[in-house]
């Protein structure tokens, strides 16, 4: 028997009382063993990809379904049942379907022919579906008004916040039978659970009756996690949800942990406790919960590889997350540590560079380099390293970030291709701001913002751009220390990635994934002044 299946049992039966248990498939998820451990352990697939509307109408109105149609037909041969993603969405769709710019008609023609015609298609071969995914934007200002608080996509730009109604109402009528769900990412998130929860709210008072039952079955919860993920947050949201009546799904659940392909012992440990901790809530709510599904089977398959997000390594052999998954209660007391949250640690050199990004100082050659490279988000955009060095004066940062569709088109400053450097003078790691307390941004051509303006008459900085990659250099002044050799400064760094379009669709950090630096500074890392 091959590892993932000897000596483990199977997470389907361990759970059958409770909800389906789900992973994704592409192309080498039907190999051998690969495809012997998935049905092991899984009674529900999604297709990662072949089911996205690139894959489906990559030209308009020549719908191309063999791909998907091999998948699914091999999933249901092996007895388990098929989860459709998805019908609608702002990525991974051809630019004829929702282009900027698009017309009304021609975007609800667009959203309800694909949509019926692929829901047709599959009618009788998926349990349920993600109609609509990832269309509330990310930290929504005002969440109670769910219409302000809605992605600016092409969708939502051409048709205004009807087109939810509208693609929801077109998969009901092509396949009444399949359970209609909103998907989105961060819901762990208290104000976009929020500003999700108004619409669905909204959306099935207003629809209570569309063929026998309201529009809305499910929410989505994509659950793309982190060590630093706080599971009751995970738990008020579900209640939220719950409260209206729909049932909830775990859609793309993983938890990353540790580095470049590398997760030592005790990452492995907190790793498996976070999956334990979650998996503590999902049990308890059961009796809402239709479906847990994971994104990625082993570490070297997801989307998420260098994070070693999954229940089993690449040699399919379980991890402690495997354990933490398949029995919480025991997991939890076997492992009684509390996650280890500790901040990282980074040197700052002495020394004074210029200030030039296009041909860096000879100063920065020696200063250790640190990674930007944890994601905030569920998009894996720009991400970069950085080199610190400082002197009486001040701070100086170099970073070099790269993979980045350079855009600064959105109005809001962090937005735009930009670094953020966090600085708190005192490590004081104080829930707000104090006056030794600042955030420095500057976006790829040089143009610097800053939330704290305080202090920040001094900043020098500068830019430099090669194709999709560029450096910015700064030099932040002290505020209110007198630095010595050994001081420790409270420190992160945060590099924003605008999609092609404008909007932020990634977010990459050193340390503090709470993605609360710009008014909490507890979450930040340390920087050590090193000598002189
Ligand atoms: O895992 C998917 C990866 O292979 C694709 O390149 C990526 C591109 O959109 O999509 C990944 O899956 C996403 C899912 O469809 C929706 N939620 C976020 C997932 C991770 O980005």
Redesign the pocket.
């Known amino acids: 028997m091959p590892a993932g299946i000897a000596n483990i049992p199977s997470l389907q039966e361990t759970f059958q009382n409770y909800f389906l248990m789900g992973n ?1 498939v ?1 192309g080498p998820a039907f190999e051998s063993p690969r495809f012997d451990v998935l049905k092991y352990h899984f009674n529900i697939a999604t297709a ?2 072949a089911m ?1 509307p690139d894959s489906l109408q990559r030209e308009k109105g020549a719908f191309t379904f063999a791909q998907a149609d091999g998948m699914v037909d091999r999933v249901l041969a092996a007895g388990m049942k098929m989860h459709g ?2 019908l609608a ?1 702002h ?2 769709s051809p630019s004829w379907m929702n282009y900027e710019g698009i017309g009304r008609q021609e975007a609800v023609d667009n959203l309800v022919n694909h949509t019926k015609t692929v829901a047709e298609h599959f009618r009788g071969r998926v349990v349920s579906w993600d109609v609509l ?2 269309a509330i934007g990310d930290n929504p200002p005002n969440p109670q008004d769910w219409r302000a608080s809605l992605r600016q996509t092409p969708w939502y730009k051409a048709i205004g916040a009807e087109y939810i109604g509208i693609v929801f109402r077109a998969a009901r009528e092509a396949d009444p039978e399949a359970r209609l769900y909103y ?1 989105d ?1 961060n819901l762990d998130n208290k104000n976009k659970a929020l500003a999700v929860y108004q619409m669905v709210k909204e959306l099935n008072e207003q629809n209570p009756d569309v063929g026998g039952r309201p529009l809305i079955d499910g929410i989505g919860m ?1 659950g ?1 996690y982190r060590i630093g993920t706080n599971p009751e947050d995970v738990a008020s949201s579900l209640e939220r949800f719950i409260s209206l009546g729909v049932e909830v799904s775990v859609t ?1 659940l993983d938890v990353q942990a540790g580095a470049e392909g590398v997760l030592s012992e005790s990452q492995a440990v907190d790793q498996g406790l976070v999956y334990a901790q979650l998996f503590k809530v999902f049990k308890e709510y059961a009796p809402h919960i239709a479906r847990v599904t994971f ?2 089977l082993e570490d070297s398959m997801s ?1 998420r590889a260098v994070q070693n997000p999954t229940l089993f390594d690449k040699n399919l052999q379980a991890k402690p997350a495997f354990y933490g998954v398949a029995d919480p209660d025991a997991y939890i007391r076997d492992n009684k540590k509390t996650v280890n949250k500790e901040a990282k640690r980074t040197k700052a050199l002495y020394g004074t560079p210029r200030i030039d990004a296009a041909a860096p100082d000879p100063a920065w050659d020696k200063a250790p380099e640190i990674a930007i490279d944890q994601y905030l988000m ?3 955009g720009a991400k970069g390293t950085a080199k610190v060095l400082w002197d009486r004066e001040a701070l100086y940062v170099l970073a070099n970030v790269e993979g980045a569709e350079l855009n600064k088109a959105s109005p809001n400053a962090y937005e735009q291709d930009s670094v953020e450097v966090f600085v708190d003078e005192n490590n004081g790691k104080t829930s707000y701001y104090e006056e030794d307390d600042g955030q420095y941004r500057i976006n790829f051509a040089g143009e610097q913002s800053f939330n704290v303006p305080a202090g920040t008459e001094g900043v020098e900085s500068a830019a430099s751009v090669r194709g999709a990659s560029y450096t910015v250099v700064m030099k932040i002044p002290f505020k209110t220390i007198r630095p010595e050799k050994g001081t420790l400064v409270g420190f992160d760094l945060q590099i924003n990635g605008a999609s092609v379009r404008g909007p932020r669709q990634s977010i990459a950090v050193w340390n503090d994934t709470s993605g609360e630096s710009y008014r909490n500074t507890s979450g930040l890392g340390i920087l050590e002044l090193a000598a002189e």
Do not use: F, R, V
């Open positions: 994704i592409s990662e990809n996205k993603h998805t969405w990525q991974q995914n990832e998907n990412y994509q793309h793309e994104w990625g989307w569920a998009w894996q």
